[in-house]
């Protein structure tokens, strides 16, 4: 009898799952609380958080645009392997300016392998690609979930000994090499072109075209947008939530709630784009992402917060769901890499700029509000996170209201089943 060998699509799930738990547990939120620790400003806390996610912006695109000429196997292969070596990293640092060049190596990974992942799901799928799409996105999530609970659970048991989170990463990230060494490459979609000079000119022609795209361009802004907003949360809900009296081991399950309301609803987001447009449903995420933001500076303890990390979570899904397989629509078969790269690139830049954002905003809301409130240290700070999250809300309702408008005629995928 012929041994069964596994599906790929059920290999790249699994090593979706261990990279982006190893991944997650990394930052979430233990990130914040470690810089912290190192006697870092509220600048440099933000700055730490968008390490990992600024040198997405410079290695999603040449990842996405490889994967394509060369095999997306070899170059998840090496992701991997950068998954699986640097959480051991982490014990060396005693410094923030460590702790960022660490961040940046340990960035390359994730922006390395979530958009030549997503090309697999593409390559794969031609039909139900959205949902698709979200019953991978969703195998990531558990790994995304279960993350910030464990995590917060170590350091609740360790007395605040954040470096031995970063066990937990290494042998997650373990895992997932292992998985993806298991990959197969037989079935892979590559370029034809047997030279290096004629494989240049077709990443030129091809990236010249997806520059053209105003659907995938706006689209890549959006999702951008909708991970400002994001990286604004993981980075600065921890801090808001020590403010306020709540321990570490109930933040990181906050942040597990949050990831099960993704999970959960991912799939079904999918196939709700796949019936009802990409449009209409990345629209929806981004204003139910901005009630969210809006609503957590009003609340103060652990059980309210649930509240808008569901919301919010469920935002996520909505949005993220629909955002790859519409740029897969519109990207020419062959070229799914590139384009996810071009949107996983500009992506980087939302969410790097999100912490980054944010903590100007905390920054300098003590400066402002000092002056209405006077000396009220308590109801400065409040006041500080109050101003920062409702602005980052309104950037998500404006995106929203606009995206339709700015994305224009461009054709919306829908399936007729």
């Known amino acids: 009898m012929a041994k069964r060998s596994i599906s790929p ?3 790249l799930c ?6 982006i738990l ?7 939120p233990v990130l914040p609380l470690f810089t912290k620790s190192l ?3 509220d600048s440099v806390i933000g700055l730490v958080a968008s390490a990992s996610t600024i040198i997405g912006i410079i290695v999603s695109l040449p990842a996405g645009v490889i994967s394509d000429f060369y095999g997306r196997r070899k170059v998840m292969l090496f992701s991997a392997f950068v998954f699986a070596s640097a959480p051991f990293l982490y014990f060396l640092v005693n410094a923030a300016w460590q702790l960022a060049i660490v961040r940046v190596y340990h960035g390359i990974a994730t922006a390395v392998f979530g958009p030549v992942a997503m090309a697999t799901v593409a390559d794969l799928f031609k039909e139900r690609r959205a949902e698709n799409m979200g019953w991978y996105s969703s195998s990531t999530l558990i790994g995304r979930s279960i993350a910030p609970v464990v995590g917060g659970f170590i350091i609740y048991q360790t007395m605040n000994n954040y470096k031995l989170v970063y066990l937990g990463c290494g042998i997650a990230g373990i895992i997932a090499f292992i998985l993806a060494f298991m990959l197969p490459s037989k079935q892979e979609i590559v370029s034809k072109a047997s030279k290096f000079s004629d494989k240049l000119k077709e990443m030129g022609k091809g990236l010249k075209e997806i520059g053209k795209s105003r659907g995938i361009m706006v689209t890549s802004i959006i999702e951008a947008i909708q991970y400002l907003s994001f990286g604004a949360l993981e980075t600065f809900l921890p801090l808001y939530c020590m403010f306020v009296g709540i321990n570490p081991a109930a933040i990181g399950l906050l942040f597990t709630i949050q990831l099960i309301g993704t999970t959960l609803t991912k799939p079904i987001m999918g196939k709700m784009s ?3 447009g990409r449009k209409l449903m990345i629209s929806l995420g ?3 992402g901005a009630i969210a933001l809006g609503m957590v500076p009003f609340f103060k303890n652990f059980w309210t917060l649930i509240i808008p990390t569901i919301f919010f979570g469920i935002s996520l899904a909505t949005v993220t769901a629909s955002t790859s397989a519409f740029v897969s629509d519109l990207a020419k078969a062959g070229s799914y890499g590139s384009a996810l790269g071009v949107m996983s690139a500009i992506m980087d830049v939302g969410h790097s700029s999100g912490p980054i954002i944010s903590s100007q905003l905390l920054h300098y809301g003590p400066l402002m509000f000092g ?10 700070n ?7 999250f409702l602005v980052i809300a309104v950037i998500l309702l404006l995106a929203g209201i606009l995206f339709p408008l700015l994305v224009g005629k461009t054709k919306d995928a829908e399936s007729s089943t």
């Open 371 to 380: 002056i209405i409130l006077g000396a009220n240290i308590d109801l400065i």
């Open 22 to 28: 190893s991944s997650t547990m990394s930052k979430n």
């Open 39 to 41: 006697n870092a400003s």
């Open 9 to 11: 699509f059920i290999l």
């Open 382 to 388: 409040r006041a500080s996170y109050l101003s920062m």
């Open 286 to 288: 981004l204003v139910l």
């Open 274 to 276: 796949d019936k009802y």
């Open 14 to 19: 699994g090593t979706g799952m261990f990279a």
